[in-house]
């Protein structure tokens, strides 16, 4: 039998009883001096870390990346640049309302974030199980996750603050079209695509650029589960794609997913007939059909939950060179915000944490000190640039090329001609089958049916502007006025508001029962 480990406190001092406390006498009080109690109830108290705002609950996974086609053309960016080439990496896959308790199966988008440990650094690729977000501009990002979670005074799930953002944003009818179809309930994060959703520059080594959207195609197949089934898998065991992900790949059934992306020319953005930088949209396959690129395989469990999956610190500002930011706005606010969050929920030294750290380049820089730094913090080298005594030197070639710019500062509303509700007719129409569509109206009416009247009236004015016969059966379904719903669909977004913004019966009665008293 192995000899086992000797016990000591955090700083490596032996401890001789791990059962019972100092006292003085017996039964006596406890005394200060029992450090070591001191040291193991303090550590206690500070176990927790700040959960994340959003995409709280989540499980990963190491793997790597192969390449199976040579991107030189398109990227400068190494970890594209032979085929065959591998890349280590990790992945992190989440629901995003939910508190880190929450169940696996909940409907919700799921987070499909990885990290790539480059010759160049780390690049972070933070995308979803759906290819489109609900806004298009950041600046309505907080607004958003308040309604999808809980109500400030009772804390509980709201269905009225859920669907009264929704229905008062015409824009998020696509992502609501695809959450309320059975993508939204995914058998498990093995069995799910992801897509990066945001466009990104790819540039070349001659500086030329082009728009790229990824795709990742789940080799296990993609699949769902019902509305039924999901509620009866959070009661089962609110932690399944957790335990699912883990015992494959403990069982060495280890889950791939084929890279593909989508590209575009500058000149063929130009005058698309779909804004290319509108994350509320998609590229169909027939105008930039997909290509593959190489395949992702998750081969390692993490060795403990917490120091791997839960510090794991992604951000789409992680570029490396030959990849970059498209101009499309969400995209733009997130590179401020995934940052700025892992400051405040990891410390300012977040980065130096194994999962997060650059493996294969070396840190190099005048950043110094911080909370909890644990690395040789720059030694006696200088901490200021420019200098004489042989610190780093910017590196030539790591540019982003130049890019055109003009225009006035101003707040502008959108005006792109496309509108929000072709493609989710698509989806409707032509991608999904009767069943499919069947499930999406059973999965919207019983969610919708806990909002006020108003709001199902102008939720149901959207799917029936999305499709005449999705938007006649949801208000069918809810036991609203047919004539009503297609009224409010063919008004402005604005005066569908206005129509629609009576306040509820409750108010009504507290005002007359406030003249009564009066
Ligand atoms: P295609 O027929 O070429 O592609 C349809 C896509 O829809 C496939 O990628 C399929 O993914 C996916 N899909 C199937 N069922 C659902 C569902 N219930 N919810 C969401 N996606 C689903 O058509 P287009 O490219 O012209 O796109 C038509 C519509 O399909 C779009 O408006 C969009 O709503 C949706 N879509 C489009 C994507 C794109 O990048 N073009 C990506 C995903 C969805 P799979 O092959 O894995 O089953």
Redesign the pocket.
């Known amino acids: 039998m192995a000899r086992r480990k000797k016990l000591t406190n955090s700083f490596g001092n032996p401890v001789d009883n791990d059962s019972n406390s100092l006292t003085a006498g017996n039964p006596g009080p406890v005394l200060i001096q029992d450090s070591h109690l001191l040291n193991k109830l303090g550590n206690f108290d500070r176990e927790r870390i700040p959960e994340r705002v959003v995409h709280a609950k989540g499980a990963g996974a190491y793997g790597y990346l192969e390449v199976t086609k040579d991107m030189s053309r398109y990227t400068k960016a190494k970890l594209f640049s032979k085929v065959g080439k591998q890349t280590n990496l990790f992945a992190r896959f989440s629901t995003v309302g939910g508190e880190k308790g929450s169940a696996d199966a909940e409907r919700d988008p799921r987070g499909f974030a990885l990290k790539f440990y480059t010759e160049d650094g780390i690049y972070d690729m933070v995308g979803n199980n759906?290819?489109?977000f609900f806004i298009r501009d950041p600046l309505k990002f907080p607004d958003f996750i308040h309604t999808q979670k809980r109500n400030p005074a009772t804390n509980l799930k709201d269905p009225n603050m859920f669907w009264d953002f929704l229905s008062l944003t015409d824009e998020s009818v696509?992502q609501v079209?695809?959450l309320f179809?059975?993508?939204g309930t995914p058998l498990n994060f093995r069995h799910m695509?992801g897509?990066s959703s945001h466009t990104f520059k790819w540039y070349n080594d001659r500086g030329e650029h082009f728009w790229v959207?990824y795709?990742f195609?789940t080799d296990q197949k993609?699949q769902n589960f019902t509305r039924e089934e999901a509620q009866r898998m959070k009661g089962e065991d609110p932690d399944h794609a957790t335990r699912d992900l883990y015992d494959a790949i403990e069982s060495e059934d280890y889950p791939s997913w084929r890279w593909e992306i989508?590209i575009m020319t500058p000149e063929q953005a130009k005058d698309y007939r779909f804004d290319p930088f509108d994350i509320t949209k998609?590229?169909?396959?027939?105008d930039f059909p997909?290509i593959t690129i190489g395949q992702i395989t998750l081969n390692q469990n993490p060795e403990n939950y917490f120091a791997d999956v839960e510090q794991a610190a992604f951000s789409p500002a992680n570029f490396v060179p030959g990849i970059a930011a498209s101009p499309d706005k969400m995209l733009q606010g997130r590179l401020f915000s995934y940052h700025d969050t892992h400051l405040h929920r990891l410390g300012s030294n977040y980065h130096l944490l194994p999962v997060n750290s650059s493996k294969n380049r070396a840190v190099d820089n005048y950043q110094r000190d911080g909370s909890m730094r644990v690395d040789a913090n720059g030694s006696g080298g200088p901490n200021y640039y420019p200098n004489s005594f042989g610190g780093p030197q910017p590196a030539t070639g790591a540019a982003e090329p130049p890019a055109d710019l003009s225009g006035q500062i101003a707040r502008y509303p959108y005006t792109h001609p496309n509108d929000d509700f072709f493609?989710?007719g698509?989806?409707y129409r032509?991608?999904?089958k009767a069943k499919?569509r069947k499930n999406?109206i059973g999965n919207i009416v019983t969610h919708l049916s806990g909002a006020q009247k108003r709001i199902q009236l102008r939720q149901a004015a959207l799917f029936y502007k999305v499709d005449q016969d999705l938007g006649s059966r949801v208000a069918k379904g809810l036991k609203l006025s047919q004539r009503e719903v297609a009224r409010l669909a063919r008004m402005s977004q604005e005066d569908r508001a206005k129509a629609t913004a009576k306040p509820p019966a409750a108010r009504k009665k507290t005002k007359k029962r406030r003249k009564r008293a009066a």
């Open positions: 759906t290819p489109v696509h079209t695809i179809s059975d993508r695509n897509y959207k795709h195609k993609a989508q998609v590229w169909p396959h027939k997909p493609q989710p698509e989806l032509k991608v999904m499919d999406l």
